[in-house]
């Protein structure tokens, strides 16, 4: 199921063609269909990464726009809310606003939810993925699935995360409240 | 400064134009520098918002993406951590990400920094703006500007705002701190 983008080159059957690329209707030599396989490959590239993207931040814009430049298309695999609580994580945003959200970025081309660790490879043959890109956090985890596409593991971004927002967001709050008390003293005296 | 979107009209100029819309080069009626002036308008419906959007989330979007649904293109200012100080307010994610996220949505035209209370009239006028659109916890607050475009306020969505996931954050925090005291307490015990 490999569907171009619009302004994509699209292919159906045989491909009558020069190699210079420019095609005719007369003096055309046919493609073998190992090098239509390859220029298939070629035509979209497809990228594809999974990721949980609560709160959503500079670091998974950065890393999603640095796997789009990877290809032409870009997939996102959410994971869901039952996911989630199966690896103990537990999100402050909900998984049908994650994925709404992540849909919504220019930079994306289609989203899936992701439910289990083992969807990989059913995933990358269904849409006809031509990379896995994952975060460098992820390093080696995924080297099994180089058996059908290419694996990249890209850098993260320095000093954001989910977890550094929360934490941010606890030593602001605690502080207000401490500041906040410390003023009902003042004025209680 | 007017410029169209990809797929839209564009006019320089003056324009030959049947009553029907039909362009013709040679049984045309030349239409009135007026109608031209309405038409121009007409032709790409543009749309202006401001906000802080700390910590985006669904309420943003559905904001930016019902304004989108005004027009053909939206333009959204961006408050500065300056103009936030100025305020009042801190937030989260700094001004330079903030700007980013919000112009990586595929429903953003362009972005631009709002520095000042009184910059508007001459947004509206740069920009060449149609419709000023703001969500619904302003209604009538721009209603001065509804001498320089139309203005409309549009609903919130309920249940989320940037303060609800701060305080999400803060209550979780707060007793999974509880939560690891009572079991350090077991733990000693």
Redesign the interface.
């Known amino acids: 199921m490999r569907t171009a983008s619009a302004g994509a080159l699209r292919f159906s059957g045989t491909l009558e063609i020069f190699p210079t690329g420019k095609m005719s209707s007369h003096t055309a030599m046919r493609i073998s269909p190992a090098r239509l396989a390859t220029f298939r490959r070629e035509a979209v590239v497809k990228v594809l990464t999974y990721g949980t993207f609560d709160?959503?931040?500079?670091g998974h814009?950065n890393l999603l726009?640095r796997l789009k430049a990877l290809g032409d298309e870009l997939y996102v695999a959410v994971s869901t809310d039952e996911f989630n609580h199966q690896k103990g994580k537990?999100c402050?945003?909900s998984f049908e606003?994650r994925i709404?959200?992540v849909s919504?970025?220019?930079?994306v081309t289609g989203v899936l939810p992701e439910n289990s660790w083992d969807q990989k490879p059913h995933d990358i043959r269904r849409l006809g993925i031509d990379v896995l890109g994952m975060g460098g956090d992820w390093v080696g985890k995924f080297d099994a699935m180089k058996a059908h596409c290419k694996v990249v593991y890209l850098p993260r971004t320095e000093g954001?995360s989910t977890t550094f927002?929360?934490e941010?967001?606890?030593e602001?709050?605690t502080s207000m409240v401490a500041l906040k008390a410390a003023e009902a003293r003042v004025d209680h005296n």
Do not use: K, P, Q
Request: net charge positive.
């Open positions: 709160l959503l931040h500079i814009l726009e537990r402050v945003v606003d709404r959200l919504a970025l220019r930079c954001i927002l929360r941010t967001i606890m602001r709050g």
